[in-house]
């Protein structure tokens, strides 16, 4: 046990005893699916990386080996179990799937000349270590297309360490994705990206020790991988269903699902091996409706929609379904049956979420007493493991009705701090409030612990006894969590409570993408780090002359917003003319203002003040903001 985590109290160790016996039958069949076809084990399962630590690692999830300690849900913890099986696995002659190189699966099809490599994953080190093993044992045949299922990360980040731009585009290897693929894929992270950044950190459990009484899995996956993310544009894009492409001598039949699992995504049937890639539309869990680390909420009708389109299209044809994430299956009924049950979950989800709203419960109340029908929650697949219906069901009802559950006492509550320091003024001064919820500790009742004592910390946030208290009831949420994604957030907000934010995450943003966002989009990300109040008085234009490629924008501060339009000022303040290459550079900080206008690759015409004026203007996020404590 590491000195800094507690052993699971006896009500835990109950509870998580208690859980072994509610999980589902049959909970061999994953562990057959999950081995069936390996040709080569990812042994040791590691990827080297250039800094401390390596890119990739599963060596430290030996652990998982074992009976599932009291520390643990059972089964999240067999799910780790299953998500650490890795390797190169055969799916059907000329179809391999590489599992266990990253959060993701990328698969390999094997055409006349070369291949076809599907959705590399996160890290161009990671790809790259998936696809020697591909390699060794299949030989060196050339990349010969690729394509992107989503607009994810992990599925696209790697894709220089499958093949190097310039060899692409001497080749001419195709490219292909959903239609918005690029836009969605750089703008995901362009106005949020720094909260989700943080926030993604606590989801993942980026900072805690792989142990039983640490990180155990991501749900997913095992975790993400920490390399070099890049990404190819494409060149081809996927416009309709029923869209049939051939690569290298492949046959494909594509399926657009926009607005499910992510804005621009595809599924696509492979007529020749009667093999499915079902995306991230379906996996090993129930996904989420609107992830915890923060995203616009998804659409579970339309995401239960283009399952049954799905099943329509190609249930009768499909012999071997394979997905983005966790392992495959095979076999004509179980793959329709899994699908049926994908689909109905969300749409289960949706459709009960609508009626009890309609009834006039808020989002909070739906969520504790939906129950999903027995013949969805005996399965595997369809549980809690990534997705939760707790925060489903809120993520639908925000969807809805917003964030305001019409009760006017809700509309105008204090802020955390006022609300706090009221509350524990209320409640007799933190010292009741603290013995009182040591009591609700003592008894198991850590969810309210957790409420209570937050007031306290959130109160007087000095208080060490306080922030102990709760780092203890979040730990034993933690230990009691089936989700994945839950149990990390609960450990990490008991590690920052106990041991301070320390190691917060940069916020810079991959090259490639930086170098595929559209000037308008830099601009619009721009305009939201104004600093609004010190920019009321502030009366700017300025151009943007931007060559190589050549545009123009006309940017305006006024009313403390700045806003830009294509084209000029009729009577500019001042004009940065600039490459776009150094804007790039300016944006990544890999050069310096100075730097580049003496390099020739920039120049202010102009009243050059203003131009400082403007950048001056500009805020400077903290990526490791407060989270369990206040700001
Ligand atoms: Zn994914």
Excluded at 258 to 284: K, Q, S, W
Excluded at 351 to 360: A, K, P
Excluded at 547 to 564: F, K, M, S
Aim: net charge negative.
């Amino acid at each position: 046990m590491n000195a800094s985590t507690k052993p699971a109290t006896a009500h835990t160790a109950r509870r998580n005893r208690e859980a072994l016996d509610s999980l589902p039958p049959d909970a061999e069949r994953d562990f057959e699916e999950a081995r069936r076809g390996l040709v080569a084990a990812f042994e040791p399962p590691l990827v080297e990386g250039e800094g401390r630590h390596p890119t990739w690692d599963l060596r430290p999830y030996r652990f998982l080996d074992g009976e599932p300690p009291e520390t643990a849900h059972p089964g999240l913890w067999r799910l780790g179990q299953l998500n650490r099986i890795a390797g190169l696995f055969e799916l059907a002659p000329g179809l391999y799937q590489l599992r266990g190189f990253d959060i993701s699966n990328m698969h390999v099809i094997e055409g006349q000349r070369g291949i076809v490599v599907v959705d590399p994953l996160i890290s161009a080190e990671c790809a790259a270590a998936a696809l020697a093993l591909y390699r060794e044992h299949r030989g060196g045949r050339p990349v010969t297309g690729l394509i992107y299922t989503h607009s994810h990360v992990d599925h696209f980040g790697g894709a220089r360490g499958v093949i190097a731009p310039e060899e692409a585009e001497e080749r001419g290897v195709p490219i292909l994705a959903p239609g918005g693929f690029l836009h969605h894929a750089v703008s995901e992270n362009v106005f949020a990206g720094i909260a989700m950044g943080r926030r993604a950190g606590y989801m993942f459990g980026a900072r805690l020790r792989r142990g039983p009484d640490g990180q155990l899995g991501a749900g997913l996956g095992q975790t993400n991988s920490v390399g070099t993310i890049s990404l190819l544009p494409p060149t081809r894009e996927i416009e309709a269903t029923g869209q049939e492409e051939e690569i290298d001598g492949v046959r494909f039949a594509f399926q657009l699902t926009p607005g499910t699992e992510a804005p621009a995504e595809m599924n696509f049937h492979l007529p020749e091996l009667e093999a499915l890639c079902i995306a991230d539309n379906a996996v090993r869990s129930m996904h989420n409706v609107l992830t915890p680390r923060g995203a616009l909420v998804r659409d579970p009708r339309l995401w239960a929609h283009h399952l049954d389109e799905a099943i329509e299209l190609f249930g009768d044809r499909s012999e071997v379904l394979f997905a983005g994430h966790n392992w495959p299956c095979w076999g004509r009924e179980r793959i329709a049956e899994m699908l049926e049950k994908q689909r109905d979950l969300y749409a289960y989800l949706h459709d009960q979420t609508l009626r009890l709203l309609n009834e006039g419960q808020t989002g909070s109340e739906i969520a504790e007493q939906i129950e999903l029908p027995p013949s969805l929650a005996r399965e595997w697949h369809c549980r809690e493991y990534y997705g939760s219906v707790s925060h489903n069901v809120k993520a639908i009802y925000q969807r809805y009705m917003g964030w305001f559950d019409g009760n006017p006492a809700h509309l105008w509550e204090h802020p955390p701090v006022e609300r706090a320091r009221r509350y524990v003024e209320c409640m007799g001064g933190a010292e009741a409030v603290l013995e009182r919820a040591r009591e609700s500790f003592e008894a198991g009742d850590y969810r309210w612990v957790a409420e209570a004592v937050n007031h306290v910390v959130f109160a007087e946030p000095g208080n060490r006894e306080a922030r102990e208290l709760q780092a203890d009831a979040l730990e034993q949420l933690g230990y009691g969590a089936e989700n994945a994604s839950w149990r990390n957030f609960f450990l990490m907000g008991a590690r920052e409570l106990r041991e301070g934010v320390g190691g917060a995450p940069t916020a810079s943003a991959p090259r490639d993408v930086v170098a595929n966002l559209s000037v308008a989009q830099l601009l619009d990300a721009m305009a939201i780090r104004l600093d609004g109040p010190r920019a009321w008085e502030a009366e700017l234009r300025i151009d943007w002359v931007v060559t190589e490629p050549d545009e123009t924008h006309a940017i305006t501060v006024r009313n403390g917003v700045l806003r830009h339009r294509p084209g000029r000022h009729e009577r500019a303040g001042a004009t940065l003319v600039v490459e776009r290459g150094a804007l790039d550079e300016l944006l990544l900080k890999t050069a310096e203002f100075a730097e580049l206008a003496e390099g020739g690759r920039l120049r202010v015409e102009g009243d050059g003040a203003k131009l400082g004026e403007l950048l001056g203007l500009l805020d400077e996020p903290d990526p490791g903001f407060a989270i369990v404590t206040p700001k």
